[in-house]
C-alpha cells in the first residue's frame, strides 16, 4: 500500500491516549496484543515479492523484498493494519512462508532481531473496507 506512513513521534499529540501503550511498545506488538486479548490471528492480505521504493530500499539494502501485509485481529475485531517488507536474506532465517503466524512471534523468538520505530498512516475506508467491517463469527 502506498500512503504517506510517518514516524509515531510526529503524530504523539493526536493518537489517542488508549493506543499509546500499543503503539509505543518496543517490544513484540505480537506479545502485547495476545495478553490482551482471549483470540489473536492473523489474516495475510498480500504476500508477494516486490520492487522497493527509494526509502525502503535505503534502510534494508536490497531492491526488492517480501512485501506482507496483514490484519491483526483480537477477538475477531480488526486492530492492526501491517506492512512488513522482509529482505531476502531473512528469508534464510526462518521468515519466509510463515502464512498466518504473526511476524512478532519469528522475530522476537531471535536475539539477532531488532524493531524499528512504528511508523503510522491513516487508513481511507473506502480503500480498505474490509478492515474495517468486524468478522462475523
Known sequence: MRSSWEPLS???????????????????????????CGALHVEVLSEQKCRLEHEVKAILKCDSALCREVVLYCDDIPVVYGQSWIPESANSLGLSNIGSTPLGERLFDQQAWKRGEIEVTKLQKRHYPHFYQVKAH
Open 10 to 36: 510526529q503524530y504523539k499529540d493526536i493518537i489517542p491516549d488508549r493506543l499509546h501503550p500499543l503503539l509505543c511498545e518496543t517490544g513484540s506488538l505480537t506479545a502485547l496484543l495476545r495478553a490482551r
